[in-house]
């Protein structure tokens, strides 16, 4: 069973930093692109940073600037840094990645959550 699991999540102070790791565990072939979302209370689930085996990345606006993505593959972890936090980064933030179970298939796997609160 592939599991994702997430940490470093907690209480910041504007324009503080802090560091997320999400670790992919159990059996399995490969990670394909990996993913950093978050969900704020009474707000719909956004992506927050992808990233690709390859280590190609992309952003949402937002996060341009002051997070940084990133993964190493041998060890099938990926990261997020964030900087300069703002109030409004607050959320519970999950990593997904679409996992090469077998050769054949392939599934999108979520993680369980770490809560960010940034404090003004």
């Known amino acids: 069973q592939v599991q994702l699991v997430e940490s470093g999540g907690g209480l910041v102070e504007t324009g503080g930093s802090l560091r997320l790791s999400c670790a992919a565990t159990?059996?399995?072939?490969?990670?394909?692109?990996m993913f950093w979302h978050r969900q704020a209370p009474g707000r719909q689930r956004e992506m927050v940073a992808s990233?690709?085996?390859?280590?190609?990345?992309t952003y949402a606006d937002f996060a341009k600037g002051r997070f940084t993505i990133s993964r190493y593959n041998a060890k099938k972890n990926m990261y997020l840094q964030m900087d300069s936090v703002k109030p409004e980064d607050s959320a519970v933030y999950y990593c997904?990645?679409?996992?090469?179970?077998?050769?054949?298939?392939?599934?999108?796997?979520w993680g369980q959550g770490t809560q960010v609160t940034v404090t003004s």
């Open positions: 997904d990645a679409d996992i090469m179970v077998s050769p054949n298939y392939h599934d999108t796997c």
């Open positions: 159990g059996s399995f072939l490969s990670v394909n692109a």
């Open positions: 990233i690709l085996s390859g280590g190609a990345s």
